[in-house]
């Protein structure tokens, strides 16, 4: 099993929303609008903005996401680090005017890539490890 | 998001691999094939009670299978059960669609 795996698992969700790129926008940035489809936040659209996402406590988890603005560019794109359970994945929303409406496409990224400064706190990451899955799984078969 | 921990923690794999030292033990059991608890204390750097309770951990995940010769404990990993893991991940990509319906609620409720 290599240690440079680039095992990067992504998980990708599209949808057409009968509503404009301006309304999009402002669904996915401003931090009210944002509690009622994601998570409550303290999130504000600027690029460096430390913010938690929190959702109710369970136990072994106190529903906390620690995240940071990487991206905020208008109408088009924005993008956050995503921290939970000590797995720092990626979110990339990209906003595509489409026919009657916007297509928005969420990525989520890095369940198998070396993250940044942010996320090397552990010994021992999660990236690593499920950069490495792929690579156990095959060995199943 | 609620559903999705709730299934993640209800996962014994996910809670015996949230470790990082177990973590790593396994990924070397992986890794190097059958090794001995003398072998994974040495890599590990930790003391071998202490090798010894995350293999207890390990174990009741399935994730690793143990035999004795003499005296010595020999481990090795059972990569089958990594599969709930995976499944995990899968959900990721449910919690966002159920996530892009709420969305689509709000859309319809803003002006």
């Known amino acids: ?17 009968a509503h404009s790129p301006q309304k999009l926008w402002r669904a996915l940035t401003e931090s ?3 509690g009622q ?21 369970v136990p ?28 720092g994945t990626v979110v990339l929303f990209t906003l595509t005017p489409a026919e009657g409406g916007t297509h928005l496409r ?15 706190g552990a010994t021992y990451g999660w990236q690593k490890f499920l950069g490495n899955l792929d690579a156990v799984i095959a060995e199943l078969d | 998001m609620v559903c999705f921990v709730k299934t993640a923690n209800a996962n014994p794999v996910f809670r015996a691999l949230a470790d ?25 750097g930790v003391s071998q009670p202490a090798v010894s ?5 390990l174990k009741r995940a399935r994730l690793v299978r143990h035999r004795r010769e003499g005296r010595e404990t020999h481990y090795r990993a ?5 599969a709930p893991v995976v499944d995990w991940l899968n959900l990721y990509g449910a919690f966002w669609r159920e996530r892009f319906d709420q969305l689509e609620a709000v859309l319809e409720r803003m002006d």
């Open chain 1, 37 to 57: 489809w994601l998570m409550k936040n303290d999130f504000e659209p600027a690029v460096g903005h430390k913010f938690q996402f929190r959702a109710d406590p």
């Open chain 1, 1 to 17: 099993m290599s240690e440079t795996a680039e095992g990067t698992r992504t998980v990708v969700v599209e949808r057409t929303f």
């Open chain 1, 106 to 120: 969420m990525e989520q990224s890095g369940f198998g890539a070396n993250q940044d400064a942010a996320f090397k």
């Open chain 1, 60 to 87: 072994n988890w106190n529903g906390v996401i620690d995240c940071e603005v990487l991206v905020v560019d208008p109408l088009k794109q924005l993008s956050y680090s995503w921290g939970a359970f000590g797995l």
């Open chain 2, 78 to 82: 059972r990569p089958d059960a990594l």
């Open chain 2, 20 to 44: 990082p030292t177990r973590r790593a033990i396994f990924e070397e059991l992986t890794r190097q094939g059958e090794q001995t608890v003398h072998a994974l204390t040495r890599y590990a």
């Open chain 1, 32 to 34: 009210s609008l944002v």
């Open chain 2, 53 to 57: 309770k995350h293999l207890t951990v």
